[in-house]
């Protein structure tokens, strides 16, 4: 089955710099779009960055020119550097695909979601 693992998350200071990861598994990771997604307490999720399979990138008007979204197909691995990080940063940060199949259509799949939380 499809298997999302972020890791990475953790407490900074407002200026620093983390990356996340998140490792893929159960499904041909070259052949899916990955999202970055994030939600901070009270809000919606939103998404942050997306990059298609041949690494066509969108970002989050908030995150332009901060965070930078990767894969390495190679290692089932789809990263997010988060630099200049703001408090309004802060939040769970979660990695999607969807894939498909006859019987469901189109599947949501996330992962356990890593905390990003930027003290000022």
């Known amino acids: 089955q499809v298997q999302l693992v972020e890791s990475g998350g953790d407490l900074v200071q407002a200026g620093g710099s983390l990356r996340l990861s998140c490792a893929a598994s159960?499904?041909?990771?070259?052949?899916?779009?990955m999202n970055w997604y994030r939600q901070a307490p009270g809000r919606r999720r939103e998404l942050v960055a997306s990059?298609?399979?041949?690494?066509?990138?969108n970002y989050a008007d908030a995150v332009k020119g901060r965070f930078t979204i990767s894969r390495d197909n190679d290692k089932n691995t789809m990263y997010l550097q988060m630099n200049s990080l703001k408090p309004e940063d802060t939040a769970d940060y979660y990695c999607?695909?969807?894939?498909?199949?006859?019987?469901?259509?189109?599947?949501?799949?996330w992962g356990q979601g890593t905390q990003v939380t930027v003290s000022s």
């Open positions: 999607n695909t969807k894939t498909w199949d006859p019987v469901s259509s189109w599947t949501d799949h």
């Open positions: 159960g499904f041909i990771f070259k052949n899916n779009v």
């Open positions: 990059i298609g399979t041949r690494s066509s990138i």
